[in-house]
């Protein structure tokens, strides 16, 4: 079943009995917090900076790589390993040293996500330290039992099928009583190929749509 869905509201979710769900899988970038936030933009503009001093490039040549990287590999990491057999972890230790120090506790996401039983996952694109920083940022650490990161999944980025496989593994969860939220619907096509529930927080950037309705 796919269903789109704002996090909080829960606005446009039919059909899904949530008392049944075991699991919980949530991405963390835009889908955790919201995509009109900006701390993934603080993410990119790292990576941007990243390809200027790495290839010695001017900011519009490194976005534009950046970007097309992105959209290739599903992740600007995987780009630059694939491509020129870059080592990736000064690539993801720089780009996800952002700053949060703006960022507050969220009263109101840490009761959404008190009030749903079962246990609670991050499956991320980015790194654990990344992922227990926002959500220690944003005073909901304690709600996730398992995080699986890039680094568990050997740097091979969601859409591949691949590390879906191994997140199911290591989590414990049954696919067919657990539910995966996503902001980019095509990072969903391999968790319901598994079984899984899924719920797509529509955003308004076209690149999170592809996927979605296919």
């Not at 936030?37 to 503009?45: C, D």
Request: proline share 5%.
């Amino acid at each position: 079943m796919n269903m789109t869905a704002d996090l909080k509201t829960g606005k446009a979710v039919t059909g899904l009995n949530a008392a049944a769900v075991t699991d919980w899988v949530f991405d963390l970038d835009n889908t955790i917090y919201p995509a009109r936030s900006s701390l993934f933009p603080r993410v990119a503009a790292r990576m941007t900076e990243f390809i200027m001093a790495h290839f010695d490039l001017a900011e519009t040549e490194a976005a534009e790589m950046k970007t097309r990287l992105f959209r290739a590999y599903g992740t600007t990491m995987r780009g630059l390993m694939t491509e020129y057999d870059m080592e990736p972890d000064e690539f993801l230790h720089f780009v996800h040293e952002i700053d949060l120090s703006d960022v507050v506790a969220d009263p109101e996401l840490d009761s959404l996500l008190a009030r749903l039983g079962g246990r609670k996952h991050i499956y991320t694109n980015g790194t654990v330290r990344h992922a227990t920083r926002i959500l220690g940022a944003f005073g909901i650490r304690g709600h996730f039992d398992f995080i699986f990161d890039i680094v568990a999944s050997d740097h091979i980025p969601k859409p591949n099928p691949q590390p879906y496989a191994l997140f199911v593994e290591q989590s414990g969860i049954v696919p067919q009583t657990s539910v995966m939220i996503e902001d980019m619907a095509r990072n969903l096509e391999p968790a319901a190929a598994l079984g899984m529930q899924t719920i797509w927080l529509v955003s308004d950037h076209d690149w999170a749509a592809k996927g979605a309705g296919e």
